[in-house]
């Protein structure tokens, strides 16, 4: 058999390669004016060189890329200020696209008092993939910000409890959402069998979880039955 053959897995952990035009839904409409989203105009005048640059995706999706050290500072005006008010926060991911290319944190807002969208991205480099939790503006990002923490290794500076939640403490495999990690795992399949069977209780659950714990229950027998409880 040639060694050109290949499978469809191979297609897959190769990654995605570039076509030689982008998909229409993705083209950036740069041509429209920002002042159509007022919070654009406004953290623009207030946070200057701060705000990156902004884009319109889909044909009306505003997307504001801001500096990763004032992401909170940012988040904060955006949550607070009585003109913005984006008082629901949806979603906190992120995105790589490989090739050494910075990671993406995306903020997805909406103000529902004043009918608005925006989505804030911060781009992280590989070597510093640290950025603020917004846990104190949002509850909501507590277990947003865990996920994005274990499948793209991204630190979320004061975050109230920040461990992995999908994957155990101990998965010593990497990031399963970075581009770099292999479609088929580091390590071989034995040896993923093997560690999965190793772990423990512990590895799943903190202290005071373990502490909240009750004795497995008992099914008392029918009416008329012979079995005792310690037989059932």
Known sequence: MSDEIRSGLDAVEDGPSLSDAAPSHSVVLAAQDPSEHPSIVAMKAKFGDSVLRWEVVAGDEHVVFIDPAKVLDILTWLHQDEAQH????????AVDYGGGKPLQVVYQLFSLARHRTLRVKAE?????????SVVPLWRTADWLEREVFDLFGITFEGHPDLRRILMPDNYAEGHPLRKDFPLRGRFSRAEQTRRALSHEVTDFYIPLELEIGRD?????APEGSNASSDDT
């Open 86 to 93: 984006y008082e629901f926060l949806s979603d906190v991911t």
């Open 124 to 132: 992280l480099p590989l070597n510093d993939l640290v950025v603020r």
């Open 216 to 220: 497995p229950q008992t099914v008392p």
